[in-house]
Nanobody, 118 residues
Framework: QVQLVESGGGLVQPGGSLELTCTAS????????WGWYRQPPGKQRELVAT???????NYADSVKGRFTISIDSAKNTVCLQMNSLKLDDTAVYYC????????????WGQGTQVTISS
């Protein structure tokens, strides 16, 4: 089992910045891919960014150049630095953990609300 807890969500104006933190516990040695997903109001959950333990990253086109995903192994956390926030970034953001390629298991956090408003 892997437990994921998100923090750092809140209300911010367009153009502002926010950092989300995912704190992991449990059997984290099983995890190969860490990620952030989001679910805007009335829409399906979508990929924001992923990172492997090897340091390879992948970003949705909508956030490239604005968001940065990182791992701090010493603190056992995964962070998402969000800059130049837009109204379309409003969503519930979820932390995600997955196994190596061809694995069938994964874990989700409970989510944290990010609201961009003028």
């Amino acid at each position: 089992q892997v437990q994921l807890v998100e923090s750092g969500g809140g209300l911010v104006q367009p153009g502002g910045s926010l950092e989300l933190t995912c704190t992991a516990s449990g059997n984290t040695s099983r995890v190969y891919v860490w990620g952030w997903y989001r679910q805007p109001p009335g829409k399906q959950r979508e990929l924001v960014a992923t990172i492997t333990d090897d340091g390879w990253t992948n970003y949705a086109d909508s956030v490239k150049g604005r968001f940065t995903i990182s791992i701090d192994s010493a603190k056992n956390t995964v962070c998402l630095q969000m800059n130049s926030l837009k109204l379309d970034d409003t969503a519930v953001y979820y932390c995600y953990a997955d196994g190596p390629p061809r694995s069938t298991w994964h874990y989700w956090g409970q989510g944290t609300q990010v609201t961009i408003s003028s």
